[in-house]
RNA sequence: GGGCGCGUAGCUCAGUGGGAGAGCGCUCCCCUCACACGGGAGAGGUCGCUGGUUCGAGCCCAGCCGCGCCCACCA
């Protein structure tokens, strides 16, 4: 991968030489540690390792070179109020797994990380203070309140970033950016003013989603939709000239103080002729038009709709395609207003629901009430229920914003992974409707436009202008701020430095890909992607992965207000950041799962066990440099360990720069377990690449405990303590590689044991990422091993079946090839017995008789066995007697299936008795 | 109302049309000089139900039952 020799291949500086490692006492030290250190520590191990990756600058990549050739990611920007959750760790444990690889690859790597202002939240944090201290916003005005959230982001807003240095999270932190930061801000006012000129931006009365607990319009995305039960009450209105009456059903009787039409369906028959002419309407007296609308359902209760186009989303729509009347009579603060007239005007809108009805029952106007199952918005962000009013508020259109964000996906140009969201997000833009973009808020960015309190000049600038241009009157500013969402959508070009032309932004932007929840793909990522091709022009990130949300463990969502939120600080403490951070990629997947402490304990029990693994090979490898027999059991001096000087050696041969030169395999297993290594770092690199984390961190997992610890080293012991160099040379770089392959998910505990390998040249996290080599795939020596393997569980089945006390060697005689050395050290068998009895076969295995074997239980072994051959074979002599199988089914199918048929026929006759 | 997804071992979940898997839990054996946060050996599954396609279905198709999520202006 293009690197040269020597320790620091990206122009990282040397490893920084301490003095207090060359001292002969801390050598020794290390030494000592590692020979007496049999649990994995993660506590100390990742605060001090967190510090070197830091200090190394690893993390902090010049701007140099293109986007093609470098990785870079954007983090979604947290709240700045926020605490790390689960979704951030999991988000996070993915990003650097892609980003340690990718960095590990020699690409000039950058994670840029910051945090969201998070206008409502962070304003209700503050104001929560103020009210403690027995104030408010209101009475120390907005400029005292805008400092005070300041003060209150210097002293608070960075304990989300901290606990993503506590993940492992291998962020820029040098490049920490801020959405209200001064650069951010300049970016924020150059969209306003851009989509404004191009007539996006516009200012409207319209129907808006109020928010009656933040005190503000939001998004439709900021709505959530709740089932509840609700009164429906069913009105009569007195038709005018006549002694008919319209009824009308409702939920919020209140609002038909607001009414200002009736409509039913065009194509009822049962109204047409009353379509033109009026009612009246009760308590109030106006006169209502009666309209002709195919909003009306005809089925639903009597097909006629009172009309409030103040109040109701639905009837704004009609109102405004009739021409009707706009009435308010609900203000935002919750309260009716005058309009609601004087005998309501005051009330609550719960108040004035009693109250209307009360009025109503007593006109004789209520004909029903019956209970009514239906949803409801509420706001997302207060949890109050949305009251739907009119308001004068800024919009941008975004049908042609929406345009090239559509083509973009649909060429593929950016791939929403897994493929059903791509749809959901075409869908969704192909219908995209006008967002409501100023919040009644002081903490935010403050909309960029200028009143002239004189004239009826507006100015839209990215600064503001002294005096108005037109009579040279006093400007004052709109007063609202801009949804947070606003500035989150231009976050992975504006962190970059846009709207300046900045070597970041060329080096970095596009980014290379983002992962998310899905349930900021409207509010977020379509944004992003729509903004992005609006203003620098290009795709903000090429791939977008959409990751599984995880659950409680009781399956319900996690949520701090239903308590059942579980902190993924309390589970860095307990098992560390590479337990959490594999767990949670472990349990992973493309639906929701649930939180598994499980899968957690695996990923401590995986660094433990990598520690102690290391601790094998690296006590007792022979480096080669020192006398053959040369070990720690001997109580020499290990000639594997590193003992950390971290001095570079003068001259490294550029074939092993990245480490240690393949070995030359002499021993069938080494040749097995090179085999195994490079197919299981070309299928987990696959994987990583293919955003598979569950898959990657099961099958690393598998490969390095079952294959490497539970058979590679358990068969090279013996090599391994009499010195073997061929045997050390294979495990020092059989180590070295998993230890490369398992660092973007394990980043702690492999640089802690990479600390003592012997081929260290500098920190792994910059070490090269494993490229699988082909060469040493040898189908030949995996086929004998995995044949001694099967073997060998054969051998001990059966001892177990016989229940042969654990510690004897049984005697046994094998006809034919003797099967490899491990097999009998292994499965405790001796095969150079020569007279004796056999009681029992297993395999090419004459197990001889021997006091400490039953034989009652030999012969129900037999017996089990050859039942088990007898319904294999009826199986395969089943399929192959169809003639359609063997005529239809491919060539290899019936072969194999032959081969099968053989197999048990011959171990079946092997047993008889 | 529309859309997406999920029902597989006691639990949490993988599973690519050709002999049902993992981790945890459970049972038995082993404190063997890397690790008891360990090693070895096991038990445990009409793959939600019904039909269809196919030589062959956990996987493809249809219907049904149960559960979840997203979107939506039927008061």
Avoid at 299 to 314: C, I, M
Avoid at 378 to 392: D, V
Avoid at 515 to 521: D, K, Q
Wanted: aromatic share 8%; net charge negative; proline share 6%.
């Amino acid at each position: 991968w293009g690197r040269g020799p020597g320790p620091s291949p990206r122009g990282y500086p040397a490893l920084p030489n301490r003095g207090y490692l060359d001292s002969r006492s801390v050598k020794a030290e290390r030494r000592k540690r590692l020979e007496e250190t049999t649990r994995y520590e993660h506590a100390e191990v990742e605060r001090r390792l967190f510090a070197e990756w830091v200090e190394g600058g690893y993390f902090h990549p010049p701007a140099e070179g293109t986007p093609e050739e470098n990785y870079s990611v954007a983090i979604p920007p947290p709240n700045v109020t926020g605490a790390l959750h689960m979704g951030h760790a999991l988000n996070g444990a993915m990003q650097d797994a892609l980003v340690r690889m990718n960095r590990m690859r020699g690409r000039n790597t950058l994670w840029i990380l910051g945090t969201d202002h998070a206008g409502i939240a962070t304003q209700a944090v503050v104001e929560k203070e103020l009210r403690a201290e027995g104030t408010s916003r209101q009475e120390i005005g907005r400029e005292a309140f805008t400092e005070r959230v300041w003060a209150w982001k210097e002293k608070y807003g960075s304990r989300i970033v901290e606990q993503y240095k506590r993940l492992g999270a291998s962020c820029d932190y040098e490049r920490e950016r801020f959405t209200l930061d001064e650069g951010y801000v300049r970016a924020v006012y150059r969209v306003f003013k851009q989509l404004y000129d191009k007539g996006y931006i516009y200012r409207d009365n319209y129907m808006v989603n109020w928010d009656p607990g933040s005190h503000s319009a939001i998004s439709d995305l900021e709505v959530e939709n709740r089932e509840v039960e609700d009164t429906l009450y069913s009105i009569d209105y007195p038709v005018e000239g006549g002694d008919r009456v319209l009824t009308v059903a409702t939920v919020r009787p209140e609002t038909m103080l607001a009414d200002t039409a009736v409509a039913v369906n065009p194509d009822d028959g049962r109204y047409a002729d009353l379509v033109g002419g009026h009612c009246v309407l009760p308590l109030v007296g106006r006169r209502l038009p009666i309209i002709a609308d195919e909003h009306v359902d005809p089925e639903f209760g009597t097909g006629a709709l009172k009309v409030t186009p103040g109040h109701d989303v639905n009837d704004f729509e009609i109102g405004r395609s009739h021409g009707l009347e706009e009435i308010g009579v609900i203000g935002p603060d919750g309260r009716m207003t005058e309009e609601a007239g004087e005998r309501f005007a005051g009330m609550s809108a719960a108040e004035a629901q009693e109250a209307v009805v009360a009025a109503l029952r007593e006109e004789g106007r209520l004909r029903a009430e019956e209970p009514y199952v239906h949803t409801v918005p509420y706001s997302h962000r207060s949890g109050e229920r949305i009251e739907p009013l009119i308001s004068l508020q800024w919009f941008c259109r975004m049908d042609e914003l929406a345009k090239p964000a559509i083509d973009v996906v649909e060429r593929d140009e950016v791939r929403i992974i897994p493929s059903q969201w791509r749809r959901v997000y075409l869908d969704w833009m192909r219908e995209i409707r006008p967002w409501c973009i100023s919040r009644q808020l002081w903490w935010g960015h403050r909309i960029p436009v200028w009143y002239c309190g004189a004239c009826e000049e507006t100015y839209v600038a990215e600064e503001a202008p002294a005096r108005c241009g037109a009579c040279d009157g006093e400007l004052r500013q709109e007063e609202d701020v801009l949804d947070t969402w606003f500035s989150s959508a231009i976050w992975p070009f504006a962190t970059l430095g846009w709207p300046d032309d900045t070597p970041e932004l060329r080096a970095f932007y596009p980014t290379s890909f983002l992962t998310t929840a899905r349930e900021i793909l409207f509010l977020w990522v379509a944004r992003m992607i729509m903004t992005g091709l609006e203003f620098p022009g290009d795709v903000p990130f090429r791939d977008v992965y959409v990751h599984s949300v995880i659950q409680a463990r009781d399956g319900r969502r996690m949520s701090k207000s239903l308590g059942t939120g579980i902190d993924p600080l309390e589970e860095i403490d307990k098992h560390g950041a590479d337990a959490l951070r594999f767990g949670l990629l472990a349990m992973s997947s493309t639906q929701d799962v649930r939180f598994s402490d499980a899968k957690l304990q695996q990923g401590a029990d995986l660094a433990n066990k990598l520690w102690n693994a290391s601790r094998l090979i690296l006590l007792n490898a022979n480096s080669g440099q020192d006398q053959p027999g040369t070990n720690a059991r001997q109580g020499q001096v290990p000639a594997g360990v590193d003992e950390g000087t971290g001095a570079p050696q003068d001259q490294v041969p550029a074939a092993v720069a990245g480490g240690i030169a393949n070995p030359e395999p002499v021993e069938i297993e080494d040749r097995w377990i090179l085999s195994r290594l490079e197919s299981t770092i070309a299928s987990v690199t696959e994987k990583l690449e293919t955003y598979d984390f569950a898959h990657a961190a099961q099958q690393a997992y598998s490969f390095f405990w079952s294959e490497l610890c539970d058979w590679y080293l358990e068969i090279v012991k013996p090599r391994l303590y009499d010195g073997d160099p061929d045997a050390s040379a294979t495990l020092l770089r059989v180590l070295e590689r998993v230890l490369a392959l398992l660092h973007p998910v394990l980043p702690f505990v492999t640089e802690e044991v990479w600390s003592y390998h012997p081929a260290r040249q500098g920190h792994l996290a910059v070490h090269p990422f494993p490229l699988a080599e082909e060469a040493l795939i040898d189908s030949e020596a995996e086929a004998e091993v995995r044949a001694g393997i099967e073997l060998t569980r054969r051998l001990r089945a059966w001892r177990d079946l016989v229940e042969a006390p654990a510690a004897t060697v049984l005697p046994a005689r094998v006809e034919g090839a003797e099967p490899r050395e491990f097999v009998g050290r292994l499965a405790r068998f001796s095969f150079e017995q020569d007279g004796g009895e056999p009681v029992a076969a297993v395999g090419p295995v004459k197990v001889l008789a021997t006091p400490e074997i039953d034989a009652g239980a030999v012969g129900e072994r037999l017996e089990a066995r050859r039942e088990e051959l007898r319904s294999e074979v009826a199986r395969a002599e089943g399929k192959l007697g169809n003639r359609r199988f063997v005529e239809r089914a491919p060539a290899e199918v019936v072969e194999e299936e032959r081969e099968k048929l053989a197999r048990y026929r011959a171990e079946l006759e092997e047993l008889a008795e």
